[in-house]
């Protein structure tokens, strides 16, 4: 089993940005998926970004891509999320994820078997 722990989520100002950390423990191994998924009141889980422990690859929504970027620090278990030029449609809960058993990268929630508690992102105008 892993545990998930996301932190670092808050409120920023349109434009701004946040930097999203989920520690992982338990079995992390390097066949293991890790990903970030995000949802907003009345609307369905979002997928935002998936990376391997191994660094890749690396898959984006296109609704981030350019803006956002996962990364995994093996050192310490944690896989994070800079997010730059936030956006008030950017305002959520966010999830990290965590999936075994996969030969691929997995980019739906229904895949992932571990989930943290998330970190709320509010962005203002």
């Known amino acids: 089993q892993v545990q998930l722990v996301e932190s670092g989520g808050g409120l920023v100002q349109d434009g701004g940005s946040l930097r999203l950390s989920c520690a992982a423990s338990g079995r992390t191994v390097s066949s293991y998926s890790m990903a970030w998924f995000r949802q907003a009141p009345g609307k369905e889980r979002e997928f935002v970004a998936a990376i391997r422990w191994s660094g890749a690859p690396i898959y984006y929504a296109d609704s981030v891509k350019g803006r956002f970027t996962i990364s995994a620090d093996n050192a310490r278990n944690t896989v994070n999320l800079q997010m730059n030029s936030l956006k008030p449609e950017d305002t959520a809960l966010y999830y990290c994820?965590?999936?075994?058993?996969?030969?691929?990268?997995?980019?739906?929630?229904?895949?992932?078997?571990?989930w943290g508690q998330g970190t709320q992102v509010t962005v203002s105008s």
């Open positions: 994820a965590a999936a075994a058993g996969h030969a691929w990268v997995p980019l739906r929630s229904v895949q992932y078997g571990y």
